[in-house]
């Protein structure tokens, strides 16, 4: 069966520190992935994606990068940390017609 | 464009009583809809989801939700509230026949909290 990993799970950076989160997918190969995030009372909102190594699109311009250096590998990065940066970063992958959703990183920004 | 509403930020009901959660949406071409639910920091976890054919899905937990075209509607009921349903929960659209990164592109309503009382 497929499984998606996130970690860590929990996060205090401060203000200016780099960022990597990491998340990889178990139990299938070429998944579309995609970075998430979700701010405190907010809805989730769609950060990048990715089709396959390499290939990345971002949806919303903003302090973060993502990058795919293996198949099932995605890591989502951030040069200096904003205090905006703060919030709950999710992991998907799509099997057929849904999406598979890591456990989360929680991010605080201080 | 697509775009979710979600009416009501916090619902609150009475163990046992019916829940409604109510979701609409827009959308240029035919979705799919989704809803899932969120535990406090966790992931999200798949209720149930609309891609063609019947239009009454149902779900895990007991949860169902009716796809109203008419209505641009998609709402969760379940008859009788447990406890366990104490969570949060966001309705979600994605584009029909798009394909491939398509389903993952999800467009999130913002959000809806459940409480139930005792």
């Known amino acids: 069966s497929q499984t998606i990993h996130q970690w860590p799970a929990t996060l205090v950076q401060p203000v200016g520190s780099p960022l990597s989160l990491e998340c990889t997918v178990e139990?299938?190969?070429?998944?579309?992935l995609y970075w998430y995030r979700q701010a405190a009372g907010r809805g989730l909102q769609l950060l990048f994606y990715s089709v396959g190594i390499g290939q990345i699109s971002s949806e919303v311009p903003q302090n973060l990068s993502a990058s795919r250096p293996q198949d099932r590998q995605f890591i989502l990065s951030s040069k200096k940390l904003l205090l905006s940066d703060s919030g709950f970063y999710l992991c998907a992958w799509t099997l057929n017609t849904e999406a598979f959703f890591g456990q989360g990183t929680r991010l605080t920004v201080v | 464009a697509q775009s979710v509403t979600q009416l009501g930020s916090h619902v609150s009901v009475s163990e046992g009583a019916l829940v409604l959660l109510r979701c609409n949406y827009s959308s240029s071409v035919p979705p799919y809809l989704f809803w899932y639910v969120q535990y406090p920091n966790q992931g999200l976890q798949l209720l149930l989801k609309?891609?063609?054919?019947?239009?009454l899905v149902k779900g895990i937990n007991g949860f169902e939700a009716e796809f109203k075209k008419s209505e641009t509607s998609f709402h969760l009921t379940k008859p009788s509230a447990h406890m366990s349903d104490a969570a949060e929960y966001f309705c979600a659209v994605s584009e029909f026949g798009a394909g491939g990164t398509s389903y993952g592109k999800l467009t999130f309503g913002q959000g809806t909290i459940l409480t139930v009382h005792p």
């Open positions: 139990g299938t190969s070429n998944p579309n």
């Open positions: 609309y891609t063609t054919g019947a239009t």
